[in-house]
Protein backbone atom coordinates (compact mmCIF):
# COMPACT_ATOMS: atom_id res chain seq x y z
CA UNK A 1 0.00 0.00 0.00
CA UNK A 2 1.39 2.95 -1.10
CA UNK A 3 1.80 5.95 2.18
CA UNK A 4 1.75 9.49 2.41
CA UNK A 5 4.95 11.09 3.93
CA UNK A 6 5.15 14.53 6.43
CA UNK A 7 7.64 16.44 7.57
CA UNK A 8 7.61 16.27 11.68
CA UNK A 9 9.10 20.11 10.92
CA UNK A 10 6.34 21.78 9.83
CA UNK A 11 3.23 20.42 11.04
CA UNK A 12 0.68 23.38 10.20
CA UNK A 13 0.29 23.57 6.50
CA UNK A 14 -1.56 26.41 4.54
CA UNK A 15 -1.66 25.73 1.27
CA UNK A 16 -3.20 27.58 -2.08
CA UNK A 17 -3.33 26.77 -5.39
CA UNK A 18 -2.01 23.17 -5.33
CA UNK A 19 -2.55 20.19 -2.72
CA UNK A 20 -1.91 16.94 -3.56
CA UNK A 21 -4.82 13.61 -4.36
CA UNK A 22 -3.48 10.10 -4.36
CA UNK A 23 -6.12 7.88 -6.46
CA UNK A 24 -6.64 4.54 -7.76
CA UNK A 25 -6.55 4.58 -12.09
CA UNK A 26 -10.54 3.09 -12.21
CA UNK A 27 -11.94 5.51 -9.72
CA UNK A 28 -11.48 8.47 -12.31
CA UNK A 29 -14.68 9.81 -13.40
CA UNK A 30 -14.47 12.85 -15.72
CA UNK A 31 -17.15 15.57 -15.04
CA UNK A 32 -15.92 17.54 -18.22
CA UNK A 33 -13.53 17.89 -21.43
CA UNK A 34 -9.98 17.28 -20.86
CA UNK A 35 -7.62 20.05 -21.42
CA UNK A 36 -4.47 18.77 -21.51
CA UNK A 37 -3.58 15.18 -22.84
CA UNK A 38 -3.29 12.00 -22.05
CA UNK A 39 0.07 12.73 -23.34
CA UNK A 40 2.87 10.18 -23.06
CA UNK A 41 6.83 11.49 -22.50
CA UNK A 42 9.31 8.24 -22.84
CA UNK A 43 13.21 8.63 -21.31
CA UNK A 44 15.81 8.84 -24.32
CA UNK A 45 19.52 6.85 -23.32
CA UNK A 46 20.25 10.67 -22.35
CA UNK A 47 21.41 11.49 -18.49
CA UNK A 48 18.31 13.55 -18.00
CA UNK A 49 15.18 14.28 -20.51
CA UNK A 50 13.34 17.69 -20.55
CA UNK A 51 9.83 18.67 -22.24
CA UNK A 52 7.44 21.50 -22.78
CA UNK A 53 4.15 21.38 -23.48
CA UNK A 54 1.00 24.37 -23.99
CA UNK A 55 -2.58 24.34 -23.53
CA UNK A 56 -5.51 26.21 -22.44
CA UNK A 57 -8.19 25.59 -20.53
CA UNK A 58 -11.58 27.71 -21.55
CA UNK A 59 -12.79 27.52 -18.11
CA UNK A 60 -10.88 28.63 -15.05
CA UNK A 61 -13.29 29.17 -12.41
CA UNK A 62 -12.82 25.84 -11.33
CA UNK A 63 -9.76 23.40 -10.37
CA UNK A 64 -8.64 21.01 -12.58
CA UNK A 65 -6.57 17.61 -11.46
CA UNK A 66 -2.76 17.18 -13.08
CA UNK A 67 -2.57 13.84 -13.31
CA UNK A 68 1.20 11.74 -13.33
CA UNK A 69 1.40 7.82 -14.18
CA UNK A 70 4.71 6.28 -13.86
CA UNK A 71 4.97 3.39 -17.06
CA UNK A 72 2.25 0.79 -17.30
CA UNK A 73 -0.01 0.31 -14.75
CA UNK A 74 1.84 -3.30 -13.26
CA UNK A 75 4.37 -0.71 -12.36
CA UNK A 76 6.65 -1.71 -15.32
CA UNK A 77 8.96 0.44 -17.54
CA UNK A 78 9.04 3.00 -14.55
CA UNK A 79 10.93 6.33 -14.86
CA UNK A 80 12.66 6.94 -12.05
CA UNK A 81 12.78 10.61 -11.07
CA UNK A 82 10.09 12.97 -12.35
CA UNK A 83 9.77 16.68 -11.87
CA UNK A 84 6.54 18.45 -13.48
CA UNK A 85 6.11 22.51 -13.40
CA UNK A 86 2.88 24.17 -14.24
CA UNK A 87 3.70 27.54 -15.27
CA UNK A 88 6.76 27.97 -13.54
CA UNK A 89 5.24 26.58 -10.39
CA UNK A 90 6.90 23.09 -9.33
CA UNK A 91 3.52 20.34 -9.16
CA UNK A 92 5.10 17.02 -8.76
CA UNK A 93 8.45 16.43 -7.51
CA UNK A 94 10.78 13.52 -7.41
CA UNK A 95 9.77 12.69 -3.65
CA UNK A 96 6.01 12.62 -4.16
CA UNK A 97 6.12 10.14 -7.11
CA UNK A 98 9.41 7.75 -5.29
CA UNK A 99 7.31 4.95 -4.29
CA UNK A 100 3.89 5.70 -6.26
CA UNK A 101 2.53 4.25 -9.81
CA UNK A 102 0.09 7.65 -9.96
CA UNK A 103 -0.40 10.65 -8.25
CA UNK A 104 -2.99 13.53 -8.90
CA UNK A 105 -2.45 17.38 -7.70
CA UNK A 106 -5.14 19.68 -7.78
CA UNK A 107 -3.83 22.76 -9.94
CA UNK A 108 -5.42 26.18 -11.27
CA UNK A 109 -4.45 26.82 -14.64
CA UNK A 110 -4.73 29.71 -16.64
CA UNK A 111 -6.09 30.69 -20.15
CA UNK A 112 -2.79 29.50 -21.46
CA UNK A 113 -0.86 27.18 -19.54
CA UNK A 114 2.88 25.38 -20.19
CA UNK A 115 3.53 22.31 -18.89
CA UNK A 116 7.11 21.29 -18.06
CA UNK A 117 8.27 17.50 -17.18
CA UNK A 118 11.50 16.84 -16.53
CA UNK A 119 12.68 12.75 -16.58
CA UNK A 120 15.70 11.08 -15.05
CA UNK A 121 16.80 7.62 -14.17
CA UNK A 122 14.81 4.42 -15.41
CA UNK A 123 15.68 2.69 -18.91
CA UNK A 124 15.77 4.06 -22.05
CA UNK A 125 11.85 3.47 -23.28
CA UNK A 126 10.67 3.99 -20.14
CA UNK A 127 7.81 6.92 -19.77
CA UNK A 128 5.07 8.42 -17.70
CA UNK A 129 1.43 10.01 -19.40
CA UNK A 130 0.31 13.18 -18.40
CA UNK A 131 -2.95 14.97 -18.04
CA UNK A 132 -5.30 17.07 -17.18
CA UNK A 133 -8.90 17.39 -16.30
CA UNK A 134 -11.63 18.21 -13.90
CA UNK A 135 -11.42 16.02 -10.29
CA UNK A 136 -12.28 12.65 -10.22
CA UNK A 137 -15.93 11.91 -8.92
CA UNK A 138 -18.88 11.61 -9.94
CA UNK A 139 -22.66 13.47 -9.34
CA UNK A 140 -25.17 10.34 -9.03
CA UNK A 141 -28.20 13.02 -8.49
CA UNK A 142 -28.06 16.27 -9.93
CA UNK A 143 -30.11 19.21 -9.20
CA UNK A 144 -30.03 20.42 -12.53
CA UNK A 145 -31.23 17.34 -14.51
CA UNK A 146 -34.38 17.15 -15.85
CA UNK A 147 -37.36 15.51 -13.91
CA UNK A 148 -35.10 15.86 -10.84
CA UNK A 149 -37.30 18.48 -9.17
CA UNK A 150 -40.23 15.62 -9.27
CA UNK A 151 -38.16 12.85 -7.27
CA UNK A 152 -37.52 15.71 -4.69
CA UNK A 153 -41.35 16.84 -3.98
CA UNK A 154 -41.71 18.24 -0.88
CA UNK A 155 -38.31 19.07 0.28
CA UNK A 156 -38.16 22.40 1.80
CA UNK A 157 -34.49 23.31 3.61
CA UNK A 158 -32.85 19.90 4.04
CA UNK A 159 -30.32 20.19 6.83
CA UNK A 160 -28.93 17.64 9.17
CA UNK A 161 -27.37 14.31 7.08
CA UNK A 162 -27.81 10.88 8.71
CA UNK A 163 -26.36 7.14 6.95
CA UNK A 164 -27.74 3.75 8.27
CA UNK A 165 -24.63 2.32 7.28
CA UNK A 166 -25.73 -1.60 7.25
CA UNK A 167 -28.95 -0.52 5.06
CA UNK A 168 -27.43 1.63 3.18
CA UNK A 169 -30.11 4.31 4.06
CA UNK A 170 -29.55 8.16 4.03
CA UNK A 171 -32.15 10.10 6.47
CA UNK A 172 -32.81 14.07 5.57
CA UNK A 173 -33.80 16.45 8.14
CA UNK A 174 -35.90 19.25 6.62
CA UNK A 175 -35.85 22.24 8.82
CA UNK A 176 -38.79 24.07 7.16
CA UNK A 177 -41.49 21.32 7.16
CA UNK A 178 -40.09 19.66 10.53
CA UNK A 179 -40.21 16.15 8.75
CA UNK A 180 -37.14 13.89 8.35
CA UNK A 181 -36.92 11.87 4.79
CA UNK A 182 -36.37 8.64 3.80
CA UNK A 183 -33.34 8.47 0.88
CA UNK A 184 -32.41 5.28 -0.78
CA UNK A 185 -28.92 4.75 -1.87
CA UNK A 186 -29.80 2.27 -4.61
CA UNK A 187 -32.21 3.66 -6.25
CA UNK A 188 -31.37 7.69 -5.22
CA UNK A 189 -35.09 8.46 -4.44
CA UNK A 190 -37.16 9.04 -1.25
CA UNK A 191 -38.65 6.19 -0.36
CA UNK A 192 -40.86 7.73 2.76
CA UNK A 193 -41.33 11.10 4.96
CA UNK A 194 -41.62 10.85 8.90
CA UNK A 195 -43.88 14.28 10.04
CA UNK A 196 -44.69 15.63 13.12
CA UNK A 197 -40.79 15.54 13.84
CA UNK A 198 -40.93 18.77 15.80
CA UNK A 199 -44.59 18.02 17.39
CA UNK A 200 -47.89 17.25 16.58
CA UNK A 201 -49.69 20.76 15.35
CA UNK A 202 -46.59 22.75 15.26
CA UNK A 203 -46.62 25.07 12.43
CA UNK A 204 -44.11 25.01 9.20
CA UNK A 205 -41.23 26.84 9.78
CA UNK A 206 -41.77 26.83 13.65
CA UNK A 207 -39.73 23.81 15.13
CA UNK A 208 -36.75 24.32 13.32
CA UNK A 209 -35.54 20.83 12.32
CA UNK A 210 -31.85 20.73 11.99
CA UNK A 211 -29.71 18.31 13.68
CA UNK A 212 -29.73 14.18 12.49
CA UNK A 213 -28.10 10.92 13.97
CA UNK A 214 -28.70 7.43 13.98
CA UNK A 215 -27.95 5.21 16.67
CA UNK A 216 -27.07 1.74 14.62
CA UNK A 217 -27.21 -0.07 18.31
CA UNK A 218 -30.62 1.31 18.34
CA UNK A 219 -31.63 1.55 14.78
CA UNK A 220 -33.48 4.75 15.63
CA UNK A 221 -33.03 7.97 14.44
CA UNK A 222 -32.67 11.34 17.08
CA UNK A 223 -33.45 14.82 15.84
CA UNK A 224 -32.84 18.08 17.10
CA UNK A 225 -35.34 20.91 17.14
CA UNK A 226 -34.11 23.75 17.37
CA UNK A 227 -36.82 26.30 18.13
CA UNK A 228 -36.78 29.02 15.67
CA UNK A 229 -38.43 31.69 17.44
CA UNK A 230 -37.64 32.96 21.16
CA UNK A 231 -40.83 31.44 22.72
CA UNK A 232 -40.23 27.92 20.93
CA UNK A 233 -39.03 25.49 22.96
CA UNK A 234 -36.50 23.06 21.92
CA UNK A 235 -37.09 19.33 21.06
CA UNK A 236 -35.63 16.64 20.80
CA UNK A 237 -37.15 13.32 18.49
CA UNK A 238 -36.92 9.60 18.39
CA UNK A 239 -37.94 8.16 15.04
CA UNK A 240 -38.30 4.31 14.79
CA UNK A 241 -37.71 3.86 10.86
CA UNK A 242 -39.69 0.47 11.60
CA UNK A 243 -42.96 1.40 12.23
CA UNK A 244 -42.71 5.47 11.53
CA UNK A 245 -43.30 5.93 15.46
CA UNK A 246 -42.14 9.63 16.23
CA UNK A 247 -41.54 10.42 19.99
CA UNK A 248 -41.47 14.12 20.67
CA UNK A 249 -39.57 15.38 24.41
CA UNK A 250 -39.32 18.96 24.91
CA UNK A 251 -35.87 20.40 26.24
CA UNK A 252 -35.94 22.43 29.25
CA UNK A 253 -33.03 23.79 31.40
CA UNK A 254 -34.06 24.85 35.01
CA UNK A 255 -37.23 25.51 33.75
CA UNK A 256 -36.42 27.76 31.21
CA UNK A 257 -36.72 27.32 27.52
CA UNK A 258 -33.18 26.11 25.75
CA UNK A 259 -32.03 26.20 22.08
CA UNK A 260 -30.01 23.80 20.14
CA UNK A 261 -29.19 22.82 16.29
CA UNK A 262 -26.40 19.98 16.46
CA UNK A 263 -26.52 16.88 18.61
CA UNK A 264 -24.37 13.96 18.73
CA UNK A 265 -25.45 10.16 20.23
CA UNK A 266 -23.30 7.93 21.92
CA UNK A 267 -24.44 4.15 20.58
CA UNK A 268 -22.99 2.74 23.60
CA UNK A 269 -25.22 3.70 26.29
CA UNK A 270 -28.13 5.43 24.06
CA UNK A 271 -27.16 9.35 25.35
CA UNK A 272 -27.52 12.36 23.27
CA UNK A 273 -25.44 15.02 23.42
CA UNK A 274 -25.92 18.69 22.72
CA UNK A 275 -25.49 21.80 23.85
CA UNK A 276 -27.64 25.02 24.76
CA UNK A 277 -27.59 27.88 22.04
CA UNK A 278 -28.87 31.00 22.81
CA UNK A 279 -27.77 31.22 26.36
CA UNK A 280 -23.73 31.67 25.41
CA UNK A 281 -24.12 27.72 24.78
CA UNK A 282 -22.19 27.20 27.91
CA UNK A 283 -24.20 23.92 28.87
CA UNK A 284 -23.02 20.62 27.81
CA UNK A 285 -26.42 18.09 28.00
CA UNK A 286 -26.51 14.42 28.40
CA UNK A 287 -29.78 13.13 27.98
CA UNK A 288 -30.35 9.64 28.54
CA UNK A 289 -33.22 8.68 25.74
CA UNK A 290 -34.23 5.57 27.48
CA UNK A 291 -35.23 7.37 30.68
CA UNK A 292 -35.48 10.92 29.40
CA UNK A 293 -33.23 11.74 32.30
CA UNK A 294 -30.81 14.57 31.76
CA UNK A 295 -27.44 15.52 32.99
CA UNK A 296 -26.07 19.26 32.70
CA UNK A 297 -22.48 20.69 33.15
CA UNK A 298 -22.09 24.13 32.97
CA UNK A 299 -19.01 25.51 31.23
CA UNK A 300 -17.05 28.80 31.00
CA UNK A 301 -16.74 28.14 27.25
CA UNK A 302 -19.13 27.98 24.54
CA UNK A 303 -19.88 24.50 22.90
CA UNK A 304 -20.97 23.61 19.43
CA UNK A 305 -21.15 20.91 17.55
CA UNK A 306 -20.34 17.98 19.29
CA UNK A 307 -19.08 14.40 17.64
CA UNK A 308 -18.67 11.12 19.56
CA UNK A 309 -15.94 8.71 19.25
CA UNK A 310 -17.86 5.08 20.28
CA UNK A 311 -14.64 3.38 20.59
CA UNK A 312 -12.66 5.93 23.09
CA UNK A 313 -16.01 6.75 24.57
CA UNK A 314 -15.53 9.98 24.47
CA UNK A 315 -17.30 13.39 23.06
CA UNK A 316 -15.69 16.24 21.44
CA UNK A 317 -17.27 19.86 21.22
CA UNK A 318 -16.10 22.91 19.37
CA UNK A 319 -15.24 25.58 21.63
CA UNK A 320 -14.83 29.57 22.41
CA UNK A 321 -12.42 30.12 25.33
CA UNK A 322 -12.34 32.84 27.52
CA UNK A 323 -10.07 34.57 24.68
CA UNK A 324 -12.50 34.09 22.52
CA UNK A 325 -10.01 31.39 20.32
CA UNK A 326 -11.39 28.77 19.24
CA UNK A 327 -10.72 24.97 21.20
CA UNK A 328 -12.19 22.04 21.51
CA UNK A 329 -13.43 20.22 24.47
CA UNK A 330 -13.20 16.90 25.52
CA UNK A 331 -15.49 14.98 28.24
CA UNK A 332 -16.36 11.52 28.82
CA UNK A 333 -19.42 10.36 26.95
CA UNK A 334 -20.61 8.18 29.72
CA UNK A 335 -21.76 8.99 33.33
CA UNK A 336 -20.90 11.47 35.01
CA UNK A 337 -19.79 12.81 32.04
CA UNK A 338 -17.06 14.85 33.39
CA UNK A 339 -14.95 17.15 31.19
CA UNK A 340 -11.58 15.64 30.09
CA UNK A 341 -9.23 17.93 28.21
CA UNK A 342 -9.54 21.34 26.79
CA UNK A 343 -7.50 21.64 23.19
CA UNK A 344 -6.17 24.67 21.93
CA UNK A 345 -6.10 25.58 18.19
CA UNK A 346 -4.27 28.44 16.42
CA UNK A 347 -6.94 29.57 14.65
CA UNK A 348 -7.68 33.25 14.97
CA UNK A 349 -10.14 34.93 17.73
CA UNK A 350 -13.34 35.94 16.58
CA UNK A 351 -14.13 32.41 14.74
CA UNK A 352 -15.05 29.10 15.80
CA UNK A 353 -15.92 25.69 14.85
CA UNK A 354 -18.92 24.75 13.28
CA UNK A 355 -18.79 20.83 13.36
CA UNK A 356 -16.56 18.24 14.37
CA UNK A 357 -16.37 14.63 13.20
CA UNK A 358 -14.02 11.90 14.38
CA UNK A 359 -12.23 9.27 12.81
CA UNK A 360 -12.84 6.38 15.71
CA UNK A 361 -10.03 4.01 14.20
CA UNK A 362 -7.21 7.00 14.92
CA UNK A 363 -8.83 9.27 17.42
CA UNK A 364 -7.66 12.43 15.21
CA UNK A 365 -10.76 15.01 15.16
CA UNK A 366 -11.40 17.33 12.00
CA UNK A 367 -13.03 20.42 13.14
CA UNK A 368 -14.33 23.11 10.02
CA UNK A 369 -14.32 26.75 10.64
CA UNK A 370 -15.66 28.20 8.09
CA UNK A 371 -14.99 31.85 9.50
CA UNK A 372 -11.48 31.28 9.52
CA UNK A 373 -11.09 29.71 6.13
CA UNK A 374 -10.22 26.34 7.78
CA UNK A 375 -10.01 23.29 8.80
CA UNK A 376 -8.38 21.35 11.96
CA UNK A 377 -7.24 18.43 12.62
CA UNK A 378 -6.75 17.21 16.58
CA UNK A 379 -5.03 14.35 17.73
CA UNK A 380 -7.65 13.70 20.38
CA UNK A 381 -5.39 10.77 22.28
CA UNK A 382 -2.23 13.31 22.68
CA UNK A 383 -4.96 16.54 23.29
CA UNK A 384 -2.86 18.69 20.29
CA UNK A 385 -3.70 20.36 17.40
CA UNK A 386 -1.54 18.86 14.82
CA UNK A 387 -2.29 20.31 11.06
CA UNK A 388 -4.85 23.83 9.89
CA UNK A 389 -5.32 23.72 6.69
CA UNK A 390 -6.96 26.68 4.38
CA UNK A 391 -9.65 25.92 2.64
CA UNK A 392 -11.92 27.68 0.07
CA UNK A 393 -15.26 28.84 0.75
CA UNK A 394 -17.73 31.34 -0.42
CA UNK A 395 -18.27 33.30 2.35
CA UNK A 396 -16.81 33.54 5.83
CA UNK A 397 -19.05 36.21 7.38
CA UNK A 398 -21.52 33.33 8.68
CA UNK A 399 -21.20 30.04 10.13
CA UNK A 400 -22.45 26.83 7.66
CA UNK A 401 -20.92 23.96 7.16
CA UNK A 402 -20.58 20.40 7.72
CA UNK A 403 -17.84 17.89 7.95
CA UNK A 404 -18.32 13.89 7.24
CA UNK A 405 -15.23 10.81 7.75
CA UNK A 406 -14.78 7.89 5.55
CA UNK A 407 -13.08 6.24 8.91
CA UNK A 408 -11.56 3.22 6.56
CA UNK A 409 -9.93 5.78 3.16
CA UNK A 410 -9.01 8.14 6.38
CA UNK A 411 -10.35 11.46 4.64
CA UNK A 412 -12.73 14.19 5.56
CA UNK A 413 -15.72 15.70 3.28
CA UNK A 414 -16.20 19.48 3.91
CA UNK A 415 -19.20 21.29 2.90
CA UNK A 416 -19.94 25.35 3.30
CA UNK A 417 -23.09 26.20 2.57
CA UNK A 418 -21.91 29.93 0.42
CA UNK A 419 -20.17 27.61 -2.15
CA UNK A 420 -20.54 25.11 -5.07
CA UNK A 421 -18.03 22.44 -4.17
CA UNK A 422 -17.15 19.99 -1.33
CA UNK A 423 -13.45 19.71 -0.02
CA UNK A 424 -11.34 16.73 0.23
CA UNK A 425 -9.17 16.57 3.24
CA UNK A 426 -6.54 13.83 3.49
CA UNK A 427 -6.25 12.76 6.92
CA UNK A 428 -2.92 10.70 6.30
CA UNK A 429 -0.68 13.20 4.86
CA UNK A 430 -2.71 15.87 6.66
CA UNK A 431 -3.30 17.70 3.13
CA UNK A 432 -6.31 19.33 1.64
CA UNK A 433 -6.77 16.52 -1.49
CA UNK A 434 -8.72 18.31 -3.64
CA UNK A 435 -12.00 20.34 -4.28
CA UNK A 436 -14.88 18.28 -5.77
CA UNK A 437 -17.44 21.23 -7.87
CA UNK A 438 -21.11 20.62 -7.68
CA UNK A 439 -23.51 22.29 -10.35
CA UNK A 440 -23.81 25.90 -10.75
CA UNK A 441 -26.14 27.27 -8.05
CA UNK A 442 -26.67 24.78 -5.26
CA UNK A 443 -25.91 25.53 -1.21
CA UNK A 444 -24.10 22.11 0.03
CA UNK A 445 -24.92 22.37 3.94
CA UNK A 446 -24.99 18.85 5.45
CA UNK A 447 -23.05 15.72 4.87
CA UNK A 448 -22.49 12.20 5.57
CA UNK A 449 -20.91 9.10 4.02
CA UNK A 450 -22.21 5.98 2.85
CA UNK A 451 -18.55 4.14 3.93
CA UNK A 452 -19.07 0.78 1.99
CA UNK A 453 -19.98 2.50 -1.24
CA UNK A 454 -18.13 6.22 -0.62
CA UNK A 455 -20.40 7.85 -1.66
CA UNK A 456 -21.05 11.33 0.13
CA UNK A 457 -24.80 12.35 0.64
CA UNK A 458 -24.96 16.10 0.83
CA UNK A 459 -28.49 18.33 2.19
CA UNK A 460 -28.55 21.38 -0.41
CA UNK A 461 -30.71 24.19 0.96
CA UNK A 462 -31.79 25.61 -2.19
CA UNK A 463 -31.02 29.15 -1.28
CA UNK A 464 -28.72 29.55 -4.87
CA UNK A 465 -32.13 28.84 -7.21
CA UNK A 466 -35.80 30.58 -6.79
CA UNK A 467 -37.75 28.05 -9.22
CA UNK A 468 -37.07 25.27 -6.48
CA UNK A 469 -36.95 23.68 -3.03
CA UNK A 470 -33.98 22.25 -1.37
CA UNK A 471 -32.89 18.84 -2.96
CA UNK A 472 -30.46 15.64 -2.40
CA UNK A 473 -27.11 15.62 -3.94
CA UNK A 474 -25.15 12.24 -4.28
CA UNK A 475 -21.43 12.29 -4.86
CA UNK A 476 -19.42 9.13 -5.70
CA UNK A 477 -15.99 10.11 -4.28
CA UNK A 478 -12.54 9.75 -5.52
CA UNK A 479 -10.44 6.90 -3.68
CA UNK A 480 -7.47 7.89 -2.00
CA UNK A 481 -4.75 5.48 -1.74
CA UNK A 482 -2.68 5.99 2.04
Aim: aromatic share 6%; proline share 5%.
Amino acid sequence: MLRHTRGASAPFFFLAGIAVLICAPHAARAQSTTVFGPQTFTRSSAASDVFTSTFTAPDTSQPYTLTVTKGQEDGLVQVRKISVTLNGQQVITPQLLANRVQIMALVHPGQSNTISVKLKGGSAGSFITVSVGPLPNELLTDPNAPGFDSGEAGLGTPFGVAIDQQNHVAYVADRYWATVVRFDLGSYSITGTFTNVGGAGVAPGVAGTTGLRFNPATGQLVAMNEGVTNDQDASLAVINPSDSNVDVMPLLVSGGIMHSDFLAVNSNNNVAIFATLYDGGRTACFMDLGSGTMTTRTQSQNLYGPAVNPTTNQVVFGGINSKGKPDLVVFSASAPFAQLKQIASTAPAGTGFDKVAINPNTNIAVAVNQQDRSVSLFDLTAGAEVARLHITVGDATYSGADVAVNSSGNFAVVTSTFTNHVTVIDLNARLVAGEIVLPDGVRPLGVDIDQDSNRAVISENGLGSSDRNGSILVVQLPVLEN
